[in-house]
Nanobody, 124 residues
């Protein structure tokens, strides 16, 4: 199971750090992606990290502001979000998959395991 946490209310320009924790399996054996869904919109890709941690992918909308990383000692994947904007407001989900390819890292349907989501609200 995956558990996303760290969401909350923050002003524009502020920062939040989301965490995706795994129970019952070792998260470092899986690629992990973060996705988000704003009200009335489709779920969209945010960032992904490969099993090794060397492969990092970001959507254009968050490139340079968000950073994804692993903490294998804690069995977590973190998403550091800086310079937040009101348009970053959404429910953020983490998901995992066994093998991550260039053709699948941003495809939500390729991820079989999902956490429950954590709400991020950015006020203007």
């Amino acid at each position: 199971q995956l558990q996303a946490s760290g969401g909350g209310l923050v002003r524009a320009g502020g920062s939040l750090r989301l965490s995706c924790a795994a129970s019952k399996f070792t998260l470092s054996l899986y690629g992990v992606g973060w996705f988000r869904q704003a009200p009335g919109k489709e779920r969209e890709f945010v960032a992904a990290i490969s099993r090794s941690g060397n492969g990092l992918k970001y959507s254009d909308s968050v490139e340079g502001r968000f950073s994804i990383s692993r903490d294998n000692a804690k069995n977590t994947v973190n998403l550091q979000m800086n310079s937040l904007k009101p348009e970053d407001t959404a429910v953020y989900y983490c998901a995992s998959l066994a093998l991550m390819y260039d053709s699948t890292f941003s495809d939500a349907t390729a991820y079989p395991y999902w956490g429950q989501g954590t709400l991020v609200t950015v006020s203007s």
